[in-house]
T-cell receptor, first 113, second 110 residues
Framework: DVKVTQSSRYLVKRTGEKVFLECVQD?????MFWYRQDPGLGLRLIYF???????EKGDIPEGYSVSREKKERFSLILESASTNQTSMYLC????????????FGDGTRLSIL | GEDVEQSLFLSVREGDSSVINCTYT??????LYWYKQEPGAGLQLLTY?????DMKQDQRLTVLLNKKDKHLSLRIADTQTGDSAIYFC??????????FGTGTRLKVLA
């Protein structure tokens, strides 16, 4: 079974802090994704990566950056956290090829005070 | 626009069948998915269907696809309290582009 592990289930940070969310997958997947999930809005794609050191903006990249130094690890960075970034963050990975299903981690519920 | 639409809530009695509906937008989507999200957890892939199929059955789950109407449904037979969760429909409209619905919250009454 694919295992996608997010480093924290719950995180509380302060406005202005730099925040790192970590995600690791164990299936040698090329593709990795970061989403945020908000009530009534479903999942919105922040960034994705299709290879080491490669990254592409999703639908809502503002205020975020990412890092993919190793194939198995994809980090989401909030450069200067703001209260409107309080959300559930979900990491996913998939193997290459059109339509391959995404496999998700358990999510990080981030609160910015 | 690119919207995958689902009704927000569904309530059924234990032992009944549940049918969760979804309409999608991209007729070129090759795969359509159903995910389940339990409280406080991530999304778990339940099943998926390729766009050249009309139906797929997997134990208690039946997926029906109507390409003409861009309509996808998930039927859960003999619904149990453990099936209470949020169910997301999603379409893959490109190699990296996945569009998710807003989710249907299924409540199973004992």
């Amino acid at each position: 079974d694919v295992k996608v592990t997010q480093s924290s289930r719950y995180l509380v940070k302060r406005t202005g802090e730099k925040v790192f969310l970590e995600c690791v997958q164990d299936m040698d997947h090329e593709n990795m994704f970061w989403y945020r999930q908000d009530p009534g809005l479903g999942l919105r794609l922040i960034y994705f990566s299709y290879d080491v050191k490669m990254k592409e903006k999703g639908d809502i990249p503002e205020g975020y950056s990412v890092s993919r130094e190793k194939k198995e690890r994809f980090s989401l960075i909030l450069e200067s956290a703001s209260t409107n970034q309080t959300s559930m963050y979900l990491c996913a990975s998939s193997s290459p090829g059109q339509g391959k299903p995404q496999h998700f981690g358990d999510g990080t519920r981030l609160s910015i005070l | 626009g690119e919207d995958v639409e689902q009704s927000l809530f569904l309530s059924v009695r234990e032992g009944d069948s549940s049918v969760i509906n979804c309409t999608y937008t991209d007729s070129s989507s090759t795969y359509l998915y159903w995910y389940k999200q339990e409280p406080g957890a991530g999304l778990q892939l339940l099943t998926y269907i390729f766009s050249n199929m009309d139906m797929k059955q997997d134990q208690r789950l039946t997926v029906l696809l109507n390409k003409k109407d861009k309509h996808l449904s998930l039927r859960i037979a003999d619904t149990q309290t453990g099936d209470s969760a949020i169910y997301f429909c999603a379409e893959a409209s490109g190699t990296y582009k996945y569009i998710f619905g807003t989710g249907t919250r299924l409540k199973v009454l004992a």
